[in-house]
């Protein structure tokens, strides 16, 4: 309120000056009325406004951190309605929140693996965003691994596109842009707005012209690598690794913070370097999605493009593991 009577008692001049800073609305909405409310708005608290309101608690009787990664804050919100998992990142706008949004309404939607529900993405008025989602109770550990091999592949049968390879909306890996165009061939997509566009994003960043050119070339020649394989278009979670894993406290798999969209099955593997699947978790996951020819021959090609994610991510230090997996293909198909 005290941002309105500031507007309300400034000059015309100081009025139109702020007024200029109010985001492009409708003309409706540029009424002089409408700008007070916008302004008013601004100066309060959108996460604890939705709580207190959509949310149905009337009391929030407790807030405190969680350890939200290297990206974002993370809080849990405690109410007299329940509890609350609000993530927040000061410098980066709604639109990485909304894409996570969609992704676990995806994967939400197939009733298979557990995963937190999301309630509400919005713009922090001193800049950034915030999602509000389900808070969910882990249990002592990360749960079964054949339960949730089962539980994955159930996502992944349960969820098909019919416009091809791709999502919705462009998101993130990380803090890396996700180019998810809809693509009709699963080749080119990978090709293209996976390895090509991470190591695009290396040749700029790094000035690395000797793993673009060897990328290139082994994108030239992957076809190969697919011979005989049966691929759809499966939703992804698309960065399925430990700390993206948990259970809740019956012991059920949950997964969450996704970079979602349809893509080859497979590639959910990606990140099986630092995710920890073990013998039991293939077993199930392939009684339910059988193992397709040519399977461990495109491990590595998986691999790569969360390699590549990290050397954009974190520099050099994942270079040679990139390098490495390249200089195995082009070996191996003769490029």
């Known amino acids: ?100 949004a969609l992704g676990l309404k995806a994967m939400y939607g197939t009733k298979s693996i557990r995963v937190p529900l999301p309630y509400k993405v919005g713009s922090l008025p001193t800049g950034g965003s915030f ?7 882990f249990g002592r550990s990360r749960g079964d691994q054949s339960a949730l091999g089962r539980k994955l592949a159930e996502m992944h049968k349960a969820a098909k596109s019919d416009k091809g390879y791709g999502f919705y909306v462009e998101n993130t890996i990380g803090s890396t842009p996700q180019i998810n165009t809809w693509t009709a061939d699963w080749i080119e997509f990978y090709s293209k707005h996976r390895l090509g566009y991470q190591l695009e994003l290396i040749s700029q960043r790094f000035g690395d012209s000797a793993i673009y050119e060897k990328g290139q070339q082994l994108i030239e020649n992957i076809q190969p690598l697919f011979d005989g394989a049966v ?46 699947f073990g013998g039991a978790f293939y077993n199930s996951y ?25 050397y954009n991510l974190f520099g050099s230090g994942y270079r040679s593991s990139a390098m490495s997996i390249i200089d195995d293909y082009l070996r191996m198909l003769k490029a």
Request: include cysteine; hydrophobic fraction near 40%.
């Open 231 to 276: 691929i759809e278009p499966c939703l992804l979670h698309g960065d399925l690794w430990s700390g993206n894993i948990s259970s809740d406290t019956n012991g059920d798999p949950v997964i969450l913070d996704p970079a979602c969209y349809y893509g080859h099955n497979e590639a959910e593997f990606g990140m099986s370097w630092c995710a920890g």
């Open 131 to 137: 999602i509000i989602m389900e808070f969910i109770q």
């Open 286 to 310: 392939f009684e339910v999605m059988p193992k397709q020819p040519g399977f461990e021959k495109r491990r590595d090609l998986y691999l790569l493009y969360h390699y590549l994610n990290h």
């Open 1 to 100: 309120m005290a941002n309105v009577a500031l507007l309300s008692a400034s000059s015309p001049s100081t009025s139109s000056a702020a007024a200029s800073l109010l985001p492009r609305r409708s003309a409706c909405l540029r009424r002089a009325a409408s700008k007070l409310s916008v302004v008013s708005a601004m100066g309060d608290d959108p996460i604890k406004e939705w709580i207190l309101t959509e949310g149905k608690a009337t009391k929030i009787t407790g807030t405190s951190s969680i350890g939200g990664g290297c990206i974002n804050a993370a809080q849990h919100y405690e109410t007299d309605a329940g509890s609350f998992f609000v993530k927040n990142n000061r410098r980066i706008g709604p639109a990485m929140f909304e894409g996570e």
